[in-house]
């Protein structure tokens, strides 16, 4: 299963509304899950079974979708919030597949 | 609360194999499905192989088949990924990163930095 995430980066000032979408080569039910990556530092997981939220990450973070099409959303861009995401899909677990990131720069 | 310890860098010359540990404190490592990831410098991140809990078996992604093997000692609780036939390219972050089952990994090592040069 490939996942293909859009854009690779984007541009946005503190505040703004962010869309990140991933969209799975076939369909993976809601089995999708979200990070976000800092320079120098592991993965920290935001976001599984698509739509649910990891204990401790900020509500400003959404995600939604099922099937091949799937979105995170950061609802109000904060200055920590730029990063690197990327989708996972867990549908084929424990064969697992990450998406090639999307790298949220400051405007 | 798991912790992930890995080990420290290593520099490695082309043809040579390295082994990446990952110590586990919080739970023992029979509790836990341990996967392996790598990031080559400012790319992203690539899946390598985990252990599957329905038939205790660990699979590896197919680029890596033949050359990877991971390994674990329940006896010190400790995780290990080697790699074998080391070329330029594996020059990489390796992660050892686990979760409950189908729902993401949520917790990772802090990564160990493997550089293949002669």
């Known amino acids: 299963i490939q996942l293909t995430q859009s854009p690779s980066s984007l541009s946005a000032s503190v505040g703004d509304r962010v869309t990140i979408t991933c969209r799975a080569s076939?369909?993976?039910?809601?089995?999708l899950a979200w990070y976000q990556q800092k320079p120098g530092k592991a993965p920290k997981l935001l976001i599984y079974?698509?739509?649910t939220l990891q204990s401790g990450v900020p509500s400003r973070f959404s995600g939604s979708g099922s099937g091949t099409d799937f979105t995170l959303t950061i609802s109000s861009l904060q200055p920590e919030d730029f990063a690197t995401y990327y989708c996972?899909?867990?549908?084929?677990?424990?064969?697992?597949?990450f998406g090639g990131g999307t790298k949220v720069e400051i405007k | 609360q798991v912790q992930l310890v890995q080990s420290g860098a290593e520099v490695k010359k082309p043809g040579a194999s390295v082994k990446v540990s990952c110590k586990v404190s919080?739970?023992?490592?029979?509790?836990?499905?341990m996967h392996w990831v790598r990031q080559a410098p400012g790319k992203g991140l690539e899946w390598m192989g985990g252990?599957?809990?329905?038939?205790?078996?660990?699979i590896y992604a197919q680029k890596f088949q033949g050359r990877v093997t991971m390994t674990e000692d329940t006896s010190t609780d400790t995780a290990y990924m080697e790699l074998s036939s080391l070329r330029s390219e594996d020059t990489a972050v390796y992660y050892c990163?686990?979760?409950?089952?189908?729902?993401?990994?949520?917790?990772w090592g802090q990564g160990t930095l493997v550089t293949v040069s002669s």
């Open positions: 990163a686990t979760g409950v089952g189908a729902t993401g990994l949520d917790y």
């Open positions: 919080g739970y023992t490592l029979t509790e836990l499905s």
């Open positions: 252990f599957d809990p329905e038939d205790g078996e660990t």
């Open positions: 076939q369909g993976i039910s809601s089995y």
């Open positions: 079974a698509a739509s």
């Open positions: 996972q899909q867990l549908n084929s677990y424990p064969r697992l597949t």
